[in-house]
Each structure stands twice: as C-alpha cells, then as structure tokens.
C-alpha cells in the first residue's frame, strides 16, 4: 500500500471524528509493521483538521530540470571516475546541485550505480590468469569428443574445516511473515572456535574417502600420502574397473599436495594429475560444489563432540544420488568455458 492510500485513510478517520492515536491502532491492526508512523499520523490529521483537501504531496521548490545541462553531467562523470567512493552528498557540493539531481545523472544519464567490492581469493596476476586459461583449455581439450568417458574418470578431493556450529546468515534466517505478524528477533552469535578437518574425496557417482583430523593436529605430506594409499584401495573396492582405466586426480595446489612424498604416492597409486591452476577454487569441484552445499546444510546445527560433526557429515551425504556428484563433476566444462570467455579472471556465483 502506498502513502497516498494511508493518506486518504488519515483523511476518511479524521473527518469522522478520530483522534491520531486511534487512527493510528486502526492502521497497525489492518497493516501492522507496514503502517506509518504515529507522528506522519498526526501530522496529515492535523493538515485535514485545518481544512486541507489534497493527499498528494505539495509542489517543492527546487532546481528546475535545467540543471541536469551537459556541463553538468560531464563534471559530475569526471568527478566520479577521479575517485568512484564519493558520496552525493559530496558530489551535490562539489556542483552546486541537489542530491536527487545528482542521482538523475547518475542513474539517467552516467547509468552508473554504486556497487560493493566482490571478495576473491586473491587479486590475479596478468601471468595468473593466463595459467588458469592454460590449464582450463587443456581440461576442454581432453574432454572433446569423449566428455562423458573423462568426468567419470575423476576423481576430486580437499579439505575443510566443518565447524561444531555455524550460525544461520540474515538471509537463511528470513521467515515468510504476513503484513500483521511481528518481525522476527534474531541475537547476534558467534561461530564456535571448536572445529575439525575433513578431508573428501569423491568421484562422479559418490565419496570414495572421508578421512577426518583431530584438533590441533597438522597436515603433513606423509598424512596426505597414507590418504592416497586408502584412497586407491577405496577405488579398488567400489568402483570395480575404475583403477584399470585410468583415474584422473584432480585436487589443488595446497602444499601437502605438491609435496615430495605425495607426488610419490600418486605415482605408486598409478594416478594421473589434472593441472589446477593455483588460487583458483572456483574451478575445484569440491569447492564451488560439495563443501558449499555440505556447510549451508549444517549451518544453524550445534555439535558437541568430534563424533557428531562426523556423523552429521556423513549423514549429508547418505541420501545423495549418483547424479547429484555428476553434477558437481560436470559444471567443471561449464566453468572451464567461462574462465576461457573471461580471459582468466574468477567466476561469479
């Protein structure tokens, strides 16, 4: 409902003999929290005692609409490409004209809007960019003509920290409400400090291998590598055939996986990399897809114990079908196709 529309229900209860705060407790126990203010109330009835006919606002004095001239649209663009963080309040001042004035430029005329930064891992080099193209066009290149045949061969995997307890965003926590019912309260909490280390590999039809670290333990090579061994025999036991026609390992460039020894037990394990391209987690399955999904259902969940995170963990997984790790696999052409269009840069949600 707009303004216009309470306004001419200001105007009706006062002419009726209403006093503003009555007026006022109709309005809430039709519109609740949508309704306006007590003082925007007694204002209008105020203006409707005293003989006023009109709801519509009064003509306000301003600048005429020959302000927004070329010169000023010029000054204003060149202003905000100098420095693309000022207000327009600070541009209404620097010109000489209105804020609403600036923001018709702006908007109208510039088509600029002021938008946050967006968080990336890291601020690519030119020569970054060019390795992420590298590797996403050789990626392309193995999959032509036999797509199907490469994704089924992959087999991905990372780690991650999964959390004791993750409290639910503002935007996870939003209720459908009626107009009436009151807004929901929400306390401000904390994430926990307790967490554990999950370490995930996974293929094109489920998880292979979950492996999960103790607290204030590190990851070394030599751990890495033992993951490797059971890795290979967790292939060899569920996925019969697999190991015989090739796996392909596709996993980030973290230390402990480029490490001598594990480099080792990916030979020994008679695993073929995959080139990943380093701070590129946009283009790692296990990142854009598994863990993202993994975290957004336990978020809001509390855990007590080491055990029940790796339950809760497990259970996630438990009803996934082949087709939903086919997915997370598959999006890897997708995005190795809009990395290419991009020249290198990161991909957007």
Same mark, same amino acid.
């Given at each position: 409902?707009?303004?216009?529309?309470?306004?001419?229900?200001?105007?009706?209860?006062?002419?009726?003999?209403?006093?503003?705060?009555?007026?006022?407790?109709?309005?809430?126990?039709?519109?609740?929290?949508?309704?306006? =203010?007590?003082?925007?109330?007694?204002?209008?009835?105020?203006?409707?005692?005293?003989?006023?006919?009109?709801?519509?606002?009064?003509?306000?004095?301003?600048?005429? =609409?020959?302000?927004?001239?070329?010169? /000023?649209?010029?000054?204003?663009?060149?202003?905000?490409?100098?420095?693309?963080?000022?207000?327009?309040?600070?541009?209404?001042?620097?010109?000489?004209?209105?804020?609403?004035?600036?923001?018709?430029?702006?908007?109208?005329?510039?088509?600029? /809007?002021?938008? =946050?930064?967006?968080?990336?891992?890291?601020?690519?080099?030119?020569?970054?960019?060019?390795?992420?193209?590298?590797?996403?066009?050789?990626?392309?290149?193995?999959?032509?003509? &036999?797509?199907?045949?490469?994704?089924?061969?992959?087999?991905?995997?990372?780690?991650?920290?999964?959390?004791?307890?993750?409290?639910?965003?503002?935007?996870?926590?939003?209720?459908? &409400?009626? +107009?009436?019912? +009151? &807004?929901?309260?929400?306390?401000?909490?904390?994430?926990?400090?307790?967490?554990?280390?999950?370490?995930?590999?996974?293929?094109?039809?489920?998880?292979?291998?979950?492996?999960?670290?103790?607290?204030?333990?590190?990851?070394?090579?030599?751990?890495?590598?033992?993951?490797?061994?059971?890795?290979?025999?967790?292939?060899?036991?569920?996925?019969?055939?697999?190991?015989?026609?090739?796996?392909?390992?596709?996993?980030?460039?973290?230390?402990?996986?480029?490490?001598?020894?594990?480099?080792?037990?990916?030979?020994?394990?008679?695993?073929?990399?995959?080139?990943?391209?380093?701070?590129?987690?946009?283009?790692?399955? =296990?990142?854009?897809?598994?863990?993202?999904?993994?975290?957004?259902?336990?978020?809001?969940?509390?855990? /007590?114990?080491?055990?029940?995170?790796?339950?809760?963990?497990?259970?996630?997984?438990?009803?996934?079908?082949?087709?939903?790790?086919?997915?997370?696999?598959?999006?890897?052409?997708?995005?190795?196709?809009?990395?290419?269009?991009?020249?290198?840069?990161?991909?957007?949600?």
């Amino acid at each position: 409902m707009d303004k216009i529309e309470y306004r001419a229900v200001i105007k009706f209860l006062t002419i009726e003999g209403r006093t503003p705060s009555e007026i006022k407790q109709r309005l809430d126990a039709v519109y609740g929290q949508s309704s306006p =203010s007590y003082s925007t109330v007694k204002e209008w009835a105020k203006q409707f005692r005293l003989g006023r006919q009109s709801i519509e606002d009064e003509p306000r004095p301003g600048r005429p =609409s020959k302000a927004i001239t070329d010169e /000023n649209i010029q000054f204003v663009e060149e202003k905000v490409l100098e420095d693309r963080r000022l207000k327009t309040k600070e541009l209404a001042a620097m010109t000489g004209l209105s804020k609403t004035t600036v923001l018709r430029i702006l908007h109208e005329h510039l088509g600029m /809007n002021k938008v =946050s930064a967006r968080w990336v891992p890291k601020l690519l080099s030119a020569i970054q960019k060019q390795e992420r193209v590298k590797c996403c066009t050789q990626f392309l290149s193995l999959c032509e003509g &036999r797509q199907k045949e490469v994704l089924d061969s992959i087999v991905t995997g990372d780690e991650t920290m999964v959390l004791y307890y993750d409290p639910l965003s503002k935007r996870e926590s939003m209720e459908w &409400r009626r +107009p009436s019912s +009151p &807004r929901p309260k929400k306390a401000k909490v904390s994430q926990s400090q307790k967490k554990i280390m999950a370490t995930i590999f996974w293929d094109s039809q489920g998880i292979l291998l979950a492996d999960f670290k103790e607290r204030n333990t590190t990851i070394t090579g030599e751990y890495y590598a033992s993951l490797l061994h059971q890795l290979r025999d967790a292939i060899k036991e569920k996925r019969r055939g697999k190991l015989s026609r090739g796996v392909l390992l596709l996993h980030d460039n973290a230390p402990v996986h480029t490490a001598g020894v594990s480099k080792t037990a990916i030979k020994e394990c008679g695993f073929t990399e995959l080139d990943h391209p380093p701070y590129s987690p946009d283009l790692a399955p =296990s990142d854009y897809y598994l863990f993202s999904k993994l975290k957004s259902d336990l978020r809001g969940k509390r855990f /007590n114990t080491d055990e029940e995170v790796k339950s809760a963990v497990l259970a996630h997984f438990e009803d996934k079908t082949a087709g939903y790790f086919f997915k997370g696999i598959e999006m890897l052409v997708k995005r190795c196709e809009k990395c290419i269009q991009i020249k290198g840069d990161y991909i957007e949600k």
